[in-house]
């Protein structure tokens, strides 16, 4: 029996293939073939042998909706509104991103006015009903859209987060006039309170419903062809897995999908190891994704952006910059280096992968200060071709006043890290969290090159390099849990009459969750998680409080807020009104047992001599293949451990140990 997790990233598609019976992991790696992403797929299934017959489990995660949005895949999307209300997805919050820039312009609205139709109709904020809805009218809307060239057509009604009955009908009324057409109401997609975040996040998910509907639809035909007769699985942006017919309805949950995989797999990973307080650090090809995870939890957010535009569906909170291996190296308009955020991407990539690339990237800097292997073929792939990458770095030393090609090549390295520390302290320093006080999990096809320089930079002492780390994301895939999010907007001050009703909303929510997950067949095997979405009165976003046992007391739960509000801001609000915003409960199916050790054998048995650029020159360190170490081995830096897929350099003052589950644990020495 055997699972399979794909990730198709922007320069390479990862997949992991699991062996149950034999808890063995075997990992591929291919170029990304983004006019066909599932070529590369079949390519990396074809070579590690996979029997698609004999797959029980096939996950796949993918940044495919992401892409759609910020590209602008597909056609524009009607929007059916309360009536008064037309402009209200045009005006946003009237935030200027640049704030004392005199010629800051709005961004373009998500929906053009002739497709924004009005209907009468109205709800307190309360929920309850002030004028039905009138549909008369709304069949006139209908007759209006239907000659229209749009993909499809949300409906955003004000308040229907408390009572979505005028919703349900309108998309009734749709669908059953276009069942083929794509629809969403907000009230399935983000019933939360915040207009103008969810008819944003709705008008999205229309928007890039046809194209994730037909994208999954042939991934699935393709893979029955070649023999799996199982249910795709895809991952979330919260680090669960969803069906494929989920992930249809709600693609707006799968626009972090590939990257919270390597965050759910890190989780995994470090808390078995006995490390539950770590710092993530995922470097690609295209960019770098950093992450914190406390207690062993990933933190968690409903308020980020795509494109410009919010996303308010409930997500692994994920810092992203524009630094991967494939960055581009530049000089700006000061004359100084940077790197990214352009990239070679897989075609024609970085200029030591010989398909015709011209300028230097950070993976061309790392062969030619030794740390990547010039005779071995890049991700299992790629023959490296050091004279096109020196080439590519000598123009780019011309520009700078004729510096020496290495000594560019690691002031490239230097600047990634510089921008990788930066990321890192942003959502450390920012929070009154000190990064020292974590472990950094390194993983991506060039995390573990950066891991040691970029501990150093940042004062951290430990460093964990999981197995498979340039396959983490898809091993992530395969090790998560079945995930459904439900929230529901109450809105009330905290008092202990507001007790009994949270109570309520949280056994409807647990109730729906356990259904949802586990088909109502067995309710023992979910785990639910309770919060309550709580603010002081007058701020405008919420903040969880994970409710393990329901307060007995509206003096309980204000302790509990408290507590929550001085370990995120670093100030506790005693005296201030409180108020209860949502109930959220977040239900996981079984937990997937996966022992990712046993990873291919490509190695020799013992280390090789090699040289390693640094800043006082050229030193001697010693090259090893992880696949050969085993449990209690230790490398004493500088030194470079390769693998399929990844390769982590060992900086001078470091020491490596692997332990009893594979991990290899870096510590400063000496």
Same mark, same amino acid.
């Given at each position: 029996?055997?699972?399979?997790?794909?990730?198709?990233?922007?320069?390479?598609?990862?997949?992991?293939?699991?062996?149950?019976?034999?808890?063995?992991?075997?990992?591929?790696?291919?170029?990304?073939?983004?006019?066909?992403?599932?070529?590369?797929?079949?390519?990396?299934?074809?070579?590690?042998?996979?029997?698609?017959?004999?797959?029980?489990?096939?996950? !796949?995660?993918?940044?495919?909706?992401?892409?759609?949005?910020?590209?602008?895949?597909?056609?524009?999307?009607?929007?059916?509104?309360?009536?008064? $209300?037309?402009?209200?997805?045009?005006?946003?919050?009237?935030?200027?991103?640049?704030?004392?820039?005199?010629?800051?312009q709005s961004p373009p609205c998500l929906v053009d006015r002739p497709l924004r139709f009005e209907v009468d109709e109205r709800l307190r904020a309360d929920g309850s009903i002030l004028r039905p809805l009138n549909?008369?009218?709304?069949?006139?809307?209908?007759?209006?859209?239907?000659?229209?060239?749009?993909?499809?057509?949300?409906?955003?009604?004000?308040?229907?987060?408390?009572?979505?009955?005028?919703?349900?009908?309108?998309?009734?009324? /749709?669908?059953?006039?276009?069942?083929?057409?794509?629809?969403?109401?907000?009230?399935?997609?983000?019933?939360?309170?915040?207009?103008?975040?969810?008819?944003?996040? @709705?008008?999205?998910?229309?928007?890039?419903?046809?194209?994730?509907?037909?994208?999954?639809? $042939?991934?699935?035909?393709?893979l029955q062809e070649k023999g799996y007769g199982g249910g795709l699985s895809i991952m979330t942006s919260s680090g669960g897995v969803v069906s494929a017919d989920?992930?249809?309805?709600?693609?707006?949950?799968?626009?972090?999908?590939?990257?919270?995989? +390597?965050?759910?797999?890190?989780?995994y990973v470090a808390t078995a190891a006995g490390f539950p307080n770590v710092i993530t650090c995922d470097m690609g090809g295209t960019s770098t994704d950093v992450c914190l995870i406390c207690d062993g939890r990933p933190t968690m957010t409903n308020h980020s952006e795509i494109g410009? $535009?919010?996303?308010? @569906? $409930?997500?692994?909170?994920?810092?992203?910059?524009?630094?991967?291996?494939?960055?581009?190296?530049?000089?700006?308009? +000061?004359?100084?280096?940077?790197? +990214?955020?352009?990239?070679?991407?897989?075609?024609?990539?970085?200029?030591?992968?010989?398909?015709?690339?011209?300028?230097?990237?950070?993976?061309?800097?790392?062969?030619l200060v030794g740390h990547l292997d010039a005779k071995a073929p890049l991700g299992g792939q790629v023959q490296p071709d050091v004279k096109a990458a020196y080439e590519a770095m000598a123009r780019l030393a011309e520009g700078l006043g004729g510096i020496g090609v290495e000594r560019l090549a690691l002031g490239i390295i230097k600047v990634a890290v510089a921008k990788m520390a930066s990321a890192i302290k942003e959502i450390t320093y920012a929070r009154g969290l000190d990064p020292r006080d974590f472990v950094l999990l390194p993983f991506g096809g060039a995390g573990p090159m950066h891991a040691t320089m970029?501990?150093?930079?940042? +004062?951290?002492?430990?460093?964990?390099?999981?197995p498979v780390p340039g396959n983490l994301s898809a091993l992530g895939f395969i090790?998560?849990?079945?995930?459904?999010?439900?929230?529901?907007?109450?809105?009330?001050?905290?008092?202990?009459?507001?007790?009994? !009703? /949270?109570?309520?909303?949280?056994?409807?929510?647990?109730?729906?969750?356990?259904?949802?997950?586990?088909?109502? @067949?067995?309710?023992d095997s979910v785990e639910l998680q309770r919060s309550v979405g709580m603010r002081i009165h007058g701020q405008s976003f919420d903040l969880a409080v994970p409710i393990d046992v329901m307060p007995r007391s509206a003096e309980e739960l204000r302790s509990l807020f408290c507590k929550a509000y001085e370990a995120h801001y670093a100030y506790l609000p005693e005296s201030a009104s409180l108020e209860i915003v949502n109930c959220r409960v977040i239900a996981f199916g079984p937990e997937?047992?996966? !022992? *990712?050790?046993?990873?291919? *054998?490509?190695?020799?048995?013992?280390?090789?001599?090699?040289?390693?650029?640094?800043?006082?020159?050229?030193?001697?360190?010693?090259?090893?293949?992880?696949?050969?170490?085993?449990?209690?081995?230790?490398?004493?830096?500088?030194?470079?451990?390769?693998?399929?897929?990844?390769?982590t350099v060992v900086g001078a003052g470091w020491k490596a140990e692997i332990d009893a589950t594979s991990n290899m644990v870096l510590r400063r020495h000496g």
């Open positions: 029996m055997f699972w399979v997790g794909v990730d198709v990233g922007g320069t390479f598609t990862d997949v992991i293939l699991y062996d149950v019976k034999g808890r063995r992991v075997s990992a591929a790696k291919r170029l990304s073939t983004p006019a066909e992403p599932l070529v590369a797929v079949l390519q990396g299934l074809e070579e590690l042998k996979v029997d698609l017959s004999k797959t029980e489990r096939f996950v !796949h995660g993918t940044t495919r909706v992401t892409n759609a949005l910020l590209e602008g895949t597909g056609k524009p999307v009607a929007l059916i509104t309360t009536a008064g $209300f037309r402009d209200l997805i045009a005006m946003g919050r009237g935030h200027r991103r640049r704030l004392y820039s005199l010629k800051e549909e008369a009218q709304l069949n006139q809307v209908l007759d209006q859209i239907e000659d229209l060239d749009v993909d499809g057509v949300a409906v955003c009604f004000l308040h229907s987060y408390s009572n979505p009955e005028h919703e349900n009908r309108a998309l009734e009324l /749709i669908r059953r006039r276009w069942p083929d057409r794509a629809s969403s109401a907000s009230s399935e997609v983000v019933p939360e309170i915040g207009e103008y975040e969810r008819f944003a996040t @709705t008008v999205q998910n229309v928007k890039v419903k046809p194209f994730i509907d037909r994208y999954l639809s $042939f991934f699935h035909s393709q989920d992930a249809r309805r709600l693609p707006m949950q799968l626009a972090l999908s590939g990257p919270a995989g +390597g965050v759910a797999a890190s989780a410009g $535009f919010p996303n308010k @569906t $409930f997500q692994i909170e994920i810092k992203t910059i524009g630094a991967g291996g494939g960055s581009v190296a530049w000089i700006d308009v +000061g004359g100084e280096l940077s790197i +990214g955020p352009r990239s070679a991407g897989s075609y024609p990539g970085p200029a030591c992968y010989g398909l015709g690339g011209q300028e230097p990237t950070t993976t061309d800097a790392h062969l970029l501990a150093d930079e940042l +004062g951290m002492s430990c460093v964990l390099v999981p090790a998560a849990r079945a995930r459904m999010d439900l929230i529901r907007t109450v809105l009330m001050p905290l008092n202990d009459e507001a007790l009994p !009703h /949270i109570a309520q909303v949280l056994a409807q929510l647990e109730a729906e969750g356990s259904a949802r997950v586990d088909g109502g @067949t067995d309710g997937m047992q996966v !022992h *990712a050790g046993g990873a291919n *054998a490509n190695g020799t048995e013992a280390p090789q001599p090699t040289r390693l650029y640094h800043d006082e020159g050229w030193v001697d360190a010693h090259s090893y293949q992880r696949d050969t170490l085993r449990p209690g081995d230790s490398i004493l830096g500088p030194a470079i451990v390769r693998e399929y897929g990844a390769t």
